[in-house]
């Protein structure tokens, strides 16, 4: 058989596809049964890498605390691959889930909702509400298929520290989880948007890509305060989370930037004002929010692994996903107050 020059290519190209293709389906496989045996699986989603187990089996839940050095206050998100999965998760039946399952899922909504008696108290923290997301990674996605049960994932880090956008930040964390399916870097980067329902509308529990104006197109009637003032139990709130090794400040308009920048690192908004320190992170040159948020923790990552003695972070505007951005530093910062 003779090939052309790009003929050849092409089908070098496509084998090559096909032997990865093979292989991450190989792992698929492998990850699936494992979770069906009741063991703990990362695996990427959209937002983060997750830590997962079969959401149904309270033991394997239970490894999921103990891996990650969780508090059992803190509940879990269940993940499905399908929409008639809520039948049998949650008892409710409010026509507003459909709507926004049309809208955002898959993709990085969380929504809180009653749950059935199948789902553990594990899971919940013994709440009597679940969280429930169906992930738009499609790997995510095949994993839950191939298990053939719901996922509970919480992100596939230790209790308060940096979430992993990496399967390698899983693996510096995480030694001794059964397996880490790869899925290269999760391209949203930042958690689902967590929200509840309620009577008149929807509370945002969490901030993430999934904006207020964005939801409120599809449920227009909110009308509550938020959720932080409603002093609502979302351990997601808490006030320190996502915390580095290393100290980090933010650099706001009235705060005095460091003189002595030679062991200082920065987390930068647009690459502005970076002259003197001794590592740079952009979050994104064009000064555009959601690759901020994509970037956000990869970038801290790598200032965590820099020889730099703290970090330095350059506000962003606090308009649509960088609310979340800003929400994720806060936390990131507030142990250094
Ligand atoms: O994007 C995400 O949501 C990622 C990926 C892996 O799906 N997961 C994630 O899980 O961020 P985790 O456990 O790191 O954060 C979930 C947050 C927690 O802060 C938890 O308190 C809150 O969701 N949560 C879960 N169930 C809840 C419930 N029933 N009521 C209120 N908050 C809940
Ligand atoms: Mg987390």
């Not at 599809?218 to 006030?239: Q, T, W, Y």
């Not at 320190?240 to 003189?259: D, F, G, M, Q, R």
Request: one cysteine or more; glycine letters at 6%.
């Amino acid at each position: 058989m003779s090939f052309g020059r790009a003929g050849k290519n092409d089908y070098l190209c496509t084998l090559i596809q096909k032997s990865l293709n093979m292989s991450l389906s190989r792992e698929i496989s492998h990850a699936a049964q494992l979770i069906r045996e009741g063991k703990v699986v990362a695996f990427p989603t959209e937002t983060v890498y997750g830590l997962g187990a079969n959401a149904l089996n309270a033991m394997a839940v239970a490894r999921i605390f103990e891996l990650k050095e969780r508090p059992s206050f803190d509940p879990l998100i269940v993940h499905i691959a399908d929409r008639t999965e809520l039948n049998r998760l949650t008892t409710s039946n409010d026509p507003r889930i459909d709507l926004l399952a049309e809208a955002f899922w898959p993709g990085p909504l969380t929504i809180i909702l009653p749950k059935s008696d199948l789902i553990p108290d594990i899971v919940t923290s013994g709440l009597e509400t679940v969280g429930i997301r169906m992930p738009a990674n499609e790997i995510a996605r095949a994993l839950i298929s191939e298990a053939g049960c719901p996922i509970a994932a919480p992100s596939a880090n230790k209790f308060g520290q940096l979430s992993p956008t990496l399967a390698q930040h899983v693996a510096k964390q995480l030694p001794d989880v059964d397996f880490i399916l790869d899925g290269g870097q999760a391209d949203v980067g930042i958690e689902s948007t967590i929200i509840s329902l309620n009577v008149k509308g929807f509370e945002i529990l969490r901030h993430g890509v999934i904006t207020r104006e964005e939801l409120e197109k599809i449920i227009p009637f909110h009308a509550l305060p938020d959720a932080e003032k409603m002093n609502i139990v979302s351990p997601g709130m808490l006030k320190s989370h996502y915390s580095p090794e290393k100290p980090l400040y933010i650099l706001e308009k009235e705060t005095a930037v460091p003189a002595d920048r030679q062991r200082v690192g920065i987390l930068s908004f647009k690459g502005e004002d970076t002259d003197g320190y001794a590592h740079v992170e952009v979050l994104s040159h064009t000064g555009d929010l959601k690759t901020c948020a994509v970037n956000l923790f990869a970038a801290i990552h790598r200032l965590e692994e820099a020889d730099i003695d703290c970090i330095v972070a350059q506000a962003v505007p606090e308009t649509g996903v960088g609310l979340a951005v800003m929400d994720k530093l806060r936390k990131a910062a507030y142990r250094y107050l």
